[in-house]
């Protein structure tokens, strides 16, 4: 999608595909920002820097307090960009944070931490969702309690039941429990593992 680097002031500079390029990246940060201001009119993203692209820029202009010229100049181009950006981080999904710190990882009893506590959120999670799953405290320890919630879940997904989380573990887990936060079964229906 577009970013934000500037074209050359100098546009004589520029071979007419850098040229076109250039046109259809502002065109589609317009057109995006048409859909947020309905005094932008939408164009399309075509590389021509016609009368509709103008009326477009020129509308833009007047909507963000920019000299009214019809032409993409420096500040204009920041501009674009600089709203694009912001309107984009504002629908973007939140960033997810990699919890797991490596394939060869394992938590086990006794281990205290975020990590622990991340896989006690989603046992408690997956165990108030299971009917025959008991529901783990949250305290941050890896404790035996929450080793017997997690060889309950190894043994319905083949692993082997050690009751520490390695990365097939964590995976499963993590599976489950977005299952679970969106459950495919009718309201009233309890499933049960085995």
């Known amino acids: 999608m577009p970013g934000n680097s500037r074209p050359s002031t100098q546009s004589h500079l520029l071979s007419p595909e850098q ?5 259809r990246e502002f065109q589609a940060a317009l057109r995006e920002l048409s859909k947020y201001n309905l005094l932008i009119p939408r164009i399309a993203a075509d590389g021509i820097y016609g009368p509709e692209t103008a009326e477009a820029v020129a509308a833009f202009q007047s909507v963000y307090g920019l000299p009214v ?8 181009w920041d501009m674009i960009f600089y709203e ?3 309107l984009s981080s504002l629908q973007a999904p939140p960033s ?5 710190p490596s394939p060869d990882t394992v938590v086990s009893l006794g281990d205290e931490g975020s990590l622990p506590c991340v896989i006690e959120v989603m046992l408690r ?5 299971f009917g ?19 060889r ?9 039941e050690t ?32």
């Open 125 to 129: 999670a997956i165990g108030g969702y």
């Open 132 to 150: 025959n799953m008991q529901l783990v405290t949250i305290d941050c320890r890896f404790t035996e309690e929450d080793a017997q919630a997690v």
């Open 96 to 100: 997810f944070v990699a919890h797991f």
């Open 19 to 23: 040229h076109t390029a250039y046109v």
């Open 163 to 194: 009751g520490g989380v390695d990365a097939d573990t964590w995976e499963t887990l993590v599976i489950t429990y977005e299952h679970v936060n969106r459950p495919l079964y009718e309201p009233g229906q309890v499933p049960n593992l085995p």
């Open 69 to 76: 010229t019809g032409h993409v100049d420096p500040a204009t």
């Open 84 to 86: 694009y950006n912001r």
């Open 152 to 160: 309950k879940i190894q043994a319905v997904a083949g692993l082997e």
